[in-house]
């Protein structure tokens, strides 16, 4: 009887294994698209609208509160960076009469 239990707690654990790396996959895809647009967003307001860092925040979506943003300097142009952590990192570079484009 304990082998059965055995053998039964094994195959859960590794169909939770197989779920969990599926699932990070996918998340990791979504936070990609989300930093992407959190860079994009910040990078027009702030370069384009010509308004503060901090103005713009409060723009995006409630939803994108979980992404962070930075402004950066990318080889002489000023952009935004949007990442999430330990997931994806995106970002938004700014040039002059041609506006914001994602690295």
């Known amino acids: 009887m304990k082998r059965k239990w055995m053998r039964i707690v094994q195959i859960v654990l590794i169909a939770l294994v197989v779920l ?25 307001c702030v370069f384009v609208a010509e308004r503060s860092y901090e103005s713009c925040l409060p723009d995006l979506m409630p939803i994108m509160s979980q992404i962070r943003s930075e402004v950066v300097d990318i080889d002489g142009h000023s952009g935004i960076r949007g990442w999430v952590p330990f997931l994806s990192d995106r970002v938004a570079v700014h040039r002059p009469d041609l506006g914001c484009a994602l690295d």
């Open 20 to 44: 969990g790396v599926f699932a990070y996959q996918d998340l990791r895809a979504q936070a990609s698209i989300g930093a992407g647009y959190v860079a994009h967003q910040v990078c027009s």
